[in-house]
């Protein structure tokens, strides 16, 4: 089946430690995205890629970093640096960017 | 700035009880507008798009229709099972997404 796999689902980072968040898709499609969510908030967009090995900033990159080395993975990895780590985080990817866009389904990471 | 509002916050409606979920929208060059679904813990599913004013889209007991400066998600008569909450997004000229913030519906049976 097509699809896009985030992993894992839950995730526990202390405080001081990089995480890093798979996103895997089979859909063959060149854009990929990463979104926060937090509680009674829409997404907003970490970073996105429109083609391998290149990927723009979107409106909360700080603390955050991608690589884009194959088509089908786009990783993310969440940095000491981010001072509010704690939220839902979706991946999504489209055939072209911007266009209608398919989500994983989720990685909830919490700081303890 | 492209900008997307979603309103109600929140809407309680009976089964079978038909409403409207509303998503107001500014944008310097529309190329697209998108309603998803999303279950609790979940990603959301993707449900319409619609490029042009005056467009209209149909699945079941939802219809999505878009003017100028709005889009609006009409249920009909719906079941506990559409309880969800409702994202619309927006596809501008930058071609980034933005999103609206949803409309958390619930169906009581």
């Known amino acids: 089946d097509g699809g896009i796999t985030q992993s894992p689902k839950y995730l526990f980072r202390k405080e001081g430690q990089n995480v890093t968040l798979s996103c895997e898709q089979n859909?063959?499609?060149?854009?990929m995205y990463w979104y926060r969510q937090d509680p009674g908030q829409g997404l907003r967009l970490i970073y996105y890629s429109q083609i391998v090995n290149d990927f723009q900033k979107g409106d909360i990159a700080e603390g955050y970093s991608v690589s884009r080395e194959k088509k089908e993975s786009f990783p993310l990895t969440v940095t000491s640096a981010q001072k509010n780590p704690t939220a839902f985080y979706l991946c999504?990817?489209?055939?072209?960017?911007?266009?209608?866009?398919?989500f994983g389904q989720g990685t909830r990471l919490t700081v303890v | 700035e492209d900008q997307v509002t979603q309103s109600p916050e929140a809407l309680r409606l009976q089964e079978g009880e038909s409403s409207s979920l509303n998503c107001s929208y500014t944008v310097s060059g529309l190329r697209g507008l998108f309603w998803y679904r999303q279950d609790p813990g979940k990603g959301p599913e993707f449900l319409f798009t619609l490029y042009s004013a005056g467009e209209e889209k149909e699945k079941e007991r939802l219809k999505a229709t878009l003017t100028k400066k709005e889009s609006f998600l009409h249920i009909t008569a719906p079941k506990p099972e559409d309880s969800a909450t409702y994202l619309c997004a927006l596809w501008g000229s930058a071609s980034k997404i933005i999103f609206g913030s949803g409309t958390r519906l619930s169906i009581r049976p």
């Open positions: 999504a990817s489209s055939i072209e960017l911007g266009g209608e866009a398919f």
């Open positions: 859909l063959n499609h060149d854009a």
